[in-house]
């Protein structure tokens, strides 16, 4: 199976030695998606602000792979206080919509600084 890394400066950059997201076997496996902007600016307001920046980066991830989040599989939603939960399904549809919806698993995690984290697995076309 071969491997394609994939790049794009209209996403945030990576924070460490890892690929924005990596092709193989038919999917896109997109890295856990922050709230930063592009020039590596962390989005430091509401909850809302930081979901919708996570998730502007894995959509511009995946257009750079040759997909978009339609064809998300699976999706990991990271959040530093779940309370955030009802926020972030809200968030959530206007990203994947109300139909077709991927897989998803959200959990608690110790973030530190920044509100939530998401990562996906995207079929290509």
Not at 29 to 50: M, Y
Not at 76 to 81: A, E, F, I, K, S
Not at 87 to 92: A, C, H, K, S
Not at 94 to 118: C, K, Q
Request: net charge negative.
């Amino acid at each position: 199976m071969t491997k394609k890394v994939i790049s794009t400066d209209q996403a945030a950059p990576p924070g460490g030695p890892y690929s924005q997201a990596v092709v193989a076997g038919g999917l896109v496996f997109l890295a856990g998606a922050c709230p930063v902007l592009p020039d590596g600016t962390w989005v430091k307001g509401s909850f809302g602000e930081q979901a919708r920046a996570a998730l502007t980066n894995l959509a511009r991830v995946a257009e750079a792979a040759g997909t978009d989040l339609s064809r998300a599989v699976r999706v990991g939603v990271y959040l530093r206080d779940f309370a955030h939960f009802p926020e972030l399904n809200e968030i959530y549809v206007e990203y994947f919509g109300t139909e077709n919806l991927p897989a998803r698993t959200t959990i608690p995690v110790a973030l530190d600084g920044f509100d939530i984290e998401i990562d996906a697995v995207l079929a290509l076309p």
